[in-house]
């Protein structure tokens, strides 16, 4: 084996790296805490009744769906935990948000950095943000039989 | 404004990536050091069968292994180390980003009150089902 040369690959290789995702993080960050401290999502998530509709979840299940969304599944835990805790969200409510949010998580993030390996930047994107969306959608639906049948049948 | 949240921002962009690159080089060094070994192609010939149907080479199994059982950094380092098309880099991506860091999220997954297994197989499901998928259609 060729140590000199393995240790030139491997340096230059990674430096490589950590620079490309450099370019990509730092500004990502700047902008994803502005968008944190403006709470704009609060906002946004208050117009977003159709999603709330579409799932058949509560109004007040989206605002924690889009922050896991945006900002990873730790943070967003820590917001479903507390609206749980503060009986804002019910069972049905926190199956749906976890369903979408562990197909959907830390979009921008994650995204970007894959795209700084070499990924397809906006197939990546949509296709996570499409699949979650048609998982949690059947998942409301099959919730929704099986609530009825035990209506039903007891 | 923002100044501040812009000057919090970029601290933390420096923490994200310090906390990147802690994994990404160790593990890039790690699988470049087995390029340079027969190891290599005796585990991209092992899984070659297996990858061929997600439309990856046998090498790629090191990046799904890694990032499923260590983090998505650790996938992300792997396959920065390896040669990989476009079309396989994409799909690699979104493998991963389906089913990554499964121990470390399950714990924060469970907090939460879901069930953990039917947490773990709607990834995996995922991440395989867009796998083949991908494979196909790009």
Excluded at chain 1, 64 to 70: A, C, K, S, Y
Excluded at chain 2, 90 to 101: K, N, P, V, Y
Excluded at chain 2, 108 to 133: D, M, Q
């Amino acid at each position: 084996m060729d140590f000199m040369a393995y240790l030139k690959d491997s340096t230059m290789g990674s430096l490589n790296s950590v620079f490309s995702m450099a370019k990509i993080i730092i500004p990502l960050m700047i902008a994803m805490e502005i968008l944190k401290d403006a709470e704009i999502l609060e906002k946004i998530s208050k117009r977003l009744k159709p999603i709330s509709k579409l799932f058949d979840i509560s109004n007040e299940s989206v605002f924690p769906l889009l922050i896991g969304m945006v900002f990873g599944l730790v943070y967003g835990a820590g917001i479903i935990i507390e609206s749980v805790e503060e009986e804002n969200l019910g069972k049905k409510d926190l199956y749906i948000v976890m369903i979408f949010l562990v197909a959907c998580h830390a979009i921008f993030e994650d995204t970007f950095i894959f795209a700084a390996v070499g990924a397809n930047l906006w197939l990546l994107f949509i296709t996570r943000l499409i699949v979650a969306l048609i998982v949690a959608y059947f998942s409301s639906k099959a919730i929704e039989g099986v609530s009825k049948d035990i209506q039903k049948y007891g | 404004m923002y100044k501040e949240s812009a000057f919090n921002g970029f601290k933390k962009g420096l923490f994200t990536l310090w906390k990147l690159s802690k994994i990404v080089v160790p593990v890039y060094f790690f699988v470049t050091f087995l390029s340079y070994t027969p190891l290599l192609n005796s585990i991209s010939n092992f899984f070659e069968p297996a990858m061929k149907i997600l439309g990856l080479p046998g090498e790629a199994a090191v990046p799904l292994v890694l990032g499923n059982f260590i983090n998505l950094y650790a996938g992300i380092g792997a396959m920065a180390s390896l040669s990989l098309s476009a079309k396989q880099a994409t799909i690699l991506a979104i493998m991963l980003s389906f089913s990554h860091s499964l121990l470390l999220e399950s714990v924060v997954v469970k907090k939460t009150g879901v069930s953990l297994a039917l947490i773990v197989l709607t990834r995996i499901t995922l991440a395989v089902l867009s796998g083949i998928i991908f494979n196909l259609i790009l």
